[in-house]
């Protein structure tokens, strides 16, 4: 069954998710509302993809299945009151962050909701994302969303307790991946290869090495083994990059992230509890 779907905030995150969809043919433009606040500019990003802008939020539900919630967090206490009618009946699937079941359910009570978490590969269909164990959807409902998803990610449904941490793998990662990337560019720069088949040829490795780690379920260590002979020369650099804490450095930047969500909830609310 053809579903039309509404995108309330047309973001980067919004827009990639858009793309995927019309790339992979899961959903024609025609069948694709958006909105954002800013109307000019709106049309200037539908307008290349053939999506349908709409002027206001409750204009894009009304015509819509599924309603993605795709705005900043902090304005959905903003705008969910006066849409709460209108997605009576709908499926709506939020991806603002720091807004899981219980929080959104205070929001949208009686509405089935589902929250996700996306990064940004779904573009080109080769994202993650991540669906709350928690949610409102009936169970068939709940099935044929995941399949819609699935046609531009890898999708995997997490309890609420870890949602966090897998976000912050998911959604963080591709950061340090582009570093890793940019550095392996620099690198081959630094002795001869033009950096645009160096960028080139480094993303597609990239790409290639977690496609094989996904289908195959083969152990990162054992695939690092796998290339790494006797005496050769990728063992050379491995060693250099335990030498220089390569691995260390990469869990330390999750643990950092890890830390920061954990204190960001408590310094908004002292700064709350300030004198003004």
Known sequence: MERTVAL????????????????????????????AKNWEKLCENARPLGVTPC???????????????????YLLPQILPSLRETLQGKTVLSV???????????????????????NTPVQVGEGVILCESRHSLPEETFREV????????LVEEVDPKQFGIAG???GCGPAFVSMMIEALGDAAVKNGLPRAAAYR?????????GKLL??????????KDAVCSP?????????????????????????SIEKHQRLAPLLEKAMKNIPQ
Request: some cysteine.
């Open 8 to 35: 309330i905030g047309f973001g980067n995150m919004a827009q990639a998710m858009a793309r995927g969809w019309l790339r992979a043919g899961a959903v024609r433009p025609e069948n694709l509302r958006v909105c």
């Open 55 to 73: 002027r206001t939020a409750e204009e894009a539900a009304k015509g819509a299945d599924w309603v993605i919630l795709a705005v900043k967090p």
């Open 96 to 118: 603002a962050a720091g807004y899981p079941f219980e929080k959104l359910e205070e929001l949208l009570p009686g509405i089935s909701h589902l929250s996700l978490m996306p």
């Open 146 to 153: 995941q399949a819609f998803l699935g046609t531009i990610a």
């Open 168 to 170: 912050v793998v998911t």
């Open 201 to 209: 040829l480094a993303g597609q490795m990239v790409a290639g090495t």
């Open 214 to 223: 996904v289908e195959s379920g083969a152990h990162p260590g054992a695939m």
């Open 231 to 255: 005496g050769g020369t990728t063992i050379v650099g491995v060693a250099a990059l335990e030498k220089h804490g390569f691995r260390s450095a990469v869990i330390d930047a999750i643990d």
